[in-house]
């Protein structure tokens, strides 16, 4: 076990880029601040933290429908929601030598700049939302934002969804998405970024029981971090946002935090909206929002709860928890314990040499595995110890490794990544056992 927790940050970091999960956006041109790509098993990891959030607060529930909406979206939208008057942070800039520019809220000391010491201006409000104009003329009359949450979409939607499905209140609206935020002061790696993905899910309810479903929410959230990812319990925490840090449509708000490398943040908000952003809208358009209770014939305006998190920051608490490094017969080791589910690679099927004999089998075996499992094949040079370093890097809980035995004796060893272990197993069940272990 590693105890140095402040330099795990920098050692996920470096292992993103070695290994593909991460890349700095445009990198061979400078780069962009708080831009980011991902690589082959970044973006594997990503498809399974979404599909798991998707499974869980979607498919498995009868209670809540999806939604895609657009990324652009007109003024009207964020004039209703309240984000071109409210959606804005705090700036002072240095007046000294460096003229950089911070977040108020985010400095120890306001009057002084932390970089140079320079006096610091005073705070002015900045909006973070991105302005970009449609059609070929640039013009007030063409503006339009990039959203900085995609909560609005199902607002704005809420009409049509009530209309076109048989959903009855208490239900949900998910979708997951890009969300765009001119961050002032963006920064440790991808936990603070200018573009990044958001699963959010509004989730309507009779106003009275919205507490009742805030407590549920935040609950029901937490075990899917420690349950579906396997995220340590201890590493997690609510906390309740106090008055001046509630958001302008939130009645209650409480984060779940993550113990980052850097301290707790933020991982996941879940906010009590009330019935603020379907009563603007309402305003706004001039259109009814309200929902005729088909039983009691009441009509009202349903009261929201919302847990919105981000896909990146997910993706480094993941890959901080799961990060380990130990001395193995005076080798270091380098090993992401990640949970199956999330696991880039799950089985790796790695045949002990190129020889021929060998590699028949070992494609015969891949063939086999593949419809069950996320499958890599490797074949490249090598001593075999050295691939399973190169997997436990990457987080794989299981090696299948063929060599000359197999041959005759059909049968392969299970290599797995936790305990270094092996195991012997005929190749006709090799299926059934590995669904077993993935399942213990
Ligand atoms: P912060 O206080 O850290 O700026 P926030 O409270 O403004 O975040 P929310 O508006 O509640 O964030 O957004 C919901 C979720 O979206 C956050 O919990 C976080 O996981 C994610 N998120 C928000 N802003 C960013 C960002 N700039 N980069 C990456 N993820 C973000």
């Known amino acids: 076990m590693i105890d140095e927790r402040e330099q795990v940050m920098e050692k996920v970091t470096a292992l993103c880029k070695r290994r593909g999960f991460v890349y700095p956006a445009a990198e061979i041109y400078g780069g962009v601040g708080a831009l980011y790509d991902y690589g082959p098993y970044g973006v594997a990891l990503r498809r399974n933290i979404r599909h798991l959030w998707w499974r869980h607060v979607v498919e498995l529930r009868d209670d809540v429908v999806g939604l895609e909406s657009t990324i652009l979206m007109p003024p009207s939208v964020w004039e209703a929601s309240g984000h071109l008057e409210h959606f804005t942070d705090p700036l002072v800039e240095c007046q000294g030598q460096c003229h950089q520019r911070f977040r108020a809220d985010h400095l120890a000391d306001r009057e002084r700049c932390p970089n140079c010491g320079g006096p610091l201006s005073e705070a002015r409000r900045f909006n973070l939302m991105f302005r970009t104009h449609v059609g070929p003329v640039e013009e007030t009359a063409s503006e339009i934002y990039l959203r900085p949450e995609t909560a609005q979409g199902m607002f704005v939607d809420f009409r049509n969804v009530i209309n076109s499905t048989r959903v009855r209140i208490p239900f949900g609206i998910a979708q997951q998405g890009r969300s765009f935020r001119n961050e002032i002061s963006p920064g440790n790696f991808i936990f603070r970024l200018r573009e990044f993905e958001q699963m959010e899910m509004e989730y309507f309810c009779r106003p009275g029981e919205d507490e009742r479903w805030h407590a549920y929410w935040l609950e029901e959230r937490l075990r899917w971090y420690v349950e579906v990812l396997g995220i340590r ?157 190169r997997q436990d890097e990457i987080g794989t809980p299981f090696c299948l490794t063929v060599d000359f035995d197999s041959l005759d004796d059909r049968a392969v060893t299970i290599r797995e990544r936790d305990g270094m272990t092996q195991e012997r197993v005929p190749i006709a069940g090799v299926v059934e056992r590995l669904q077993e272990r993935l399942a213990g």
Request: glycine residues 6%.
């Open 233 to 389: 319990r201890e590493n997690l925490r609510l906390r309740e946002h106090g008055l001046e840090e509630k958001a302008h449509y939130a009645k209650a708000s409480t984060d779940i935090e993550y113990h980052f490398p850097f301290g707790w943040g933020e991982l996941e908000g879940v906010a009590n909206r009330t019935d603020y952003d379907l009563r603007r809208h309402q305003e706004f358009s001039h259109e009814d929002l309200s929902y005729l209770d088909p039983e009691t014939q009441e009509r009202y305006l349903p009261f929201v709860v919302e847990p919105a998190v981000g896909v990146d920051r997910i993706m480094i608490a993941a890959l901080v928890d799961a990060y380990d490094e130990e001395e193995v017969r005076g080798e270091r080791r380098v090993v992401l314990h990640l949970h199956p589910n999330l696991a880039p690679v799950q089985v790796a099927v790695v045949p002990l040499s190129k020889r021929e004999e060998l590699i028949r089998v070992a494609r015969d075996l891949q063939a086999r595995v593949r419809p069950h499992f996320r499958v890599e094949y490797d074949e490249t040079g090598g001593h075999i110890g050295r691939r399973y370093r």
